[in-house]
């Protein structure tokens, strides 16, 4: 057994991880749903900060995607939802972001 990791280990072990990681929404019918706030918003995921904000194409009939950057650098859109609780989106970035990472 080796008792030292590569850097490139240490980095996928460290983005290892799945969306059983983020809090679950509410149960259904627990209460009032509130809707998420429009805006710029910051995840913080295994220890890094990844930024979402909406991204509307000049193309009017594409639909708002969220545009999502890690460290400045551009990584990937993701679809909006509408109507979705800031839970529901925390829980979908981090599903989002293990998918983009495995």
């Given at each position: 057994m ?43 995921w ?5 930024h979402f ?6 193309d ?6 969220w ?35 495995h």
């Amino acid at each position: 057994m080796r008792k030292y990791e590569t850097r490139d280990e240490a980095h996928c072990r460290c983005f290892r991880a799945g969306p059983e990681e983020a809090a679950q929404p509410g149960k259904p019918g627990a209460g009032a749903r509130r809707i998420m706030r429009e805006g710029p918003r910051t995840i913080r995921w295994r220890d890094h900060e990844f930024h979402f904000e909406t991204f509307k194409a000049r193309d009017a009939e594409c639909d708002p995607v969220w545009a999502v950057s890690w460290h400045g650098e551009f990584i990937g859109t993701m679809p909006r939802a509408p109507e979705e609780t800031t839970k529901e989106f925390e829980l979908r970035c981090v599903g989002w972001l293990a998918d983009l990472i495995h």
